[in-house]
């Protein structure tokens, strides 16, 4: 096979390199524990405004491992909100 022409060969940029503060996946638990069981876990970015995303359902313990997370950002779910610090999570850069 051909190599691909210069033009069409794939660009890669390092992803995070503004926000270098991406965390390991966070061990996520509901403050309100089992009785926040099945609730929908977003993020929203302390970078960025307007742009929230979801990153799962808790368990039956009111868990979830969280990928994605920056230092700053707030999870969110039914009941409750947690701003991500430093006693939550390792920086990966």
């Known amino acids: 096979m051909d190599p691909l022409p210069s033009g069409l060969l794939p660009k890669v940029t390092?992803?995070?390199q503004k926000y270098h503060d991406l965390c390991q996946p966070v061990n996520?638990?509901?403050p309100a524990g089992t009785a926040a069981a099945g609730g929908t876990v977003w993020i929203r970015p302390s970078f960025w405004k307007g742009s929230?995303?979801?990153?799962?359902?808790l368990n039956n313990?009111?868990?979830l491992t969280i990928h994605g997370?920056?230092?700053g950002d707030a999870i969110w779910s039914p009941r409750s909100i947690v701003t991500v610090d430093s006693?939550?999570?390792t920086v990966t850069q």
């Open 14 to 16: 390092l992803m995070n």
């Open 28 to 30: 996520f638990v509901d």
């Open 52 to 57: 929230d995303f979801t990153v799962g359902r």
């Open 61 to 63: 313990n009111g868990m």
């Open 69 to 71: 997370a920056h230092l």
């Open 87 to 89: 006693t939550m999570r």
